[in-house]
């Protein structure tokens, strides 16, 4: 489904479209994880909600086939089952990320469906997981809404962040797990360097991604042993063997604060509608090369769009990497070069402020409305 809709795209010319729309219908999360720079927000912004109808609006706005729900945990917005139903009834697939803490207590509120997977935060075993969100006992809460959702019939995932701490021996003895667990695919990827995360220390770079995963790949049969949910070429741009510029309106985000510019990592500035997003973003200005915020980025969100549309002008490569699985030795492909990339731009604070200012100036409206 997903790539009769990217060749459908190439056929009417479309030059640049999404994949997978980001939703994130709230910021407010349970957990505070060292690697995580989504949250810090003052507790006005923190308690703000997407409402339904402006979810599946921004669904039908943007059109991708698949819908992933991030946040903050989306467990904690309450008409999220509505929005999830809604998604399915247009045919959508949906990734509903959590980090599993509410899940036990809210799966009898989802239907399964082939157009419904749980993925579930996990970064690693027990020891790895619990550091990783900074609190103890949430792997074992975690694996046990794991089961819970095998045993009523739902597709489940797990979405996995390494770090420059990760350990390939032990990261592979992980993945061995997770077929006895009942999982049904990985996704993978390095973890970004938000500049709001608490901890700046353990994010990787390139090069380190490159070997990091070349020496987990090693330790599973080039990767083959794993059932990844991502296209072969993109855990192949991961082990340095393709060179990819990023595409980030592959995957579009829209936050409580409206269309993200650029990505779903960056916030640096918002649109009101997907249209002013595509048409109104100097895309040009952001991607490995472009930009300094964007140097060591090798994400998912960036580079899994450029990726697949590499395998559909490339298949035959793409079949032979997904039969061979990824090459762990050898020489990398070329870095790109870093020398022409513009400066970061900090521009956190004003965005809240502006944010706060909207929020405030939006009330009485609201009120004169409902009078
Ligand atoms: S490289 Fe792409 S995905 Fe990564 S931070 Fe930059 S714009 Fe976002």
């Not at 929005?83 to 899940?103: Q, S």
């Not at 390139?206 to 049969?221: A, P």
């Not at 985000?253 to 249209?275: D, I, N, S």
């Not at 944010?355 to 009330?363: G, I, K, L, P, Y």
Request: glycine share 8%; charged share 25%.
């Amino acid at each position: 489904m997903v790539g009769s809709y990217v060749v459908r795209q190439r056929l009417t010319g479309r030059k640049r479209y999404p994949l997978v729309l980001m939703l994130e219908p709230l910021f407010r999360c349970n957990l505070a994880c060292a690697g995580c720079g989504k949250i810090d927000y003052p507790d006005e912004i923190l308690n703000k909600r997407i409402p339904v109808a402006d979810a599946l609006e921004a669904v039908d706005e943007c059109g991708a086939p698949v819908v992933s729900i991030a946040g903050g945990e989306p467990l904690l917005h309450k008409e999220l089952p509505q929005i999830v139903e809604g998604i399915i009834a247009r045919r959508k697939f949906v990734y509903l990320c959590t980090n599993a803490l509410l899940m036990m207590k809210n799966l009898k509120k989802y239907k399964p469906s082939p157009f419904f997977v749980w993925s579930v935060h996990l970064d690693g075993d027990q020891e790895m997981h619990d550091k990783s969100v900074c609190q103890d006992g949430v792997y074992e809460r975690a694996v046990e809404a794991i089961k819970a959702a095998k045993d009523m019939g739902f597709r489940v995932n797990i979405n996995c962040t390494l770090f420059n701490n990760s350990v390939p021996e032990r990261v592979a003895a992980f993945f061995d797990t997770l077929k006895p667990m009942g999982v049904d695919g990985i996704t993978v990827s390095p973890g970004y360097a938000y500049e709001r995360a608490p901890d700046q220390q353990h994010f990787l770079n390139r090069t380190k991604t490159k070997e990091l995963f070349r020496d987990i790949f090693r330790r599973g049969n080039n990767g083959r042993n794993w059932s990844f949910s991502q296209s072969s070429l993109f855990l192949d741009f991961l082990a340095g063997n393709q060179s990819y510029h990023c595409t980030p309106w592959g995957n579009p985000t829209r936050t409580v604060f409206g269309w993200q510019r650029p990505c779903y990592l960056l916030g640096e500035g918002y649109a009101k509608t997907f249209r002013e997003l595509m048409e109104g973003t100097d895309w040009d200005a952001y991607g490995t090369g472009n930009y300094e915020k964007c140097a060591d980025c090798m994400v998912h969100s960036g580079y899994e769009a450029s990726a697949v549309n590499d395998a559909i002008a490339h298949p035959i490569k793409a079949a032979i990497t997904a039969m061979r699985g990824m090459r762990t030795e050898g020489p990398m492909v070329p870095e790109i070069p870093l020398h022409a990339q513009r400066p970061a731009q900090y521009m956190f604070e004003r965005q809240v402020k502006e944010q706060m200012v909207r929020m405030h100036s939006a009330e009485p409206k609201k009120q004169a409305a409902g009078r």
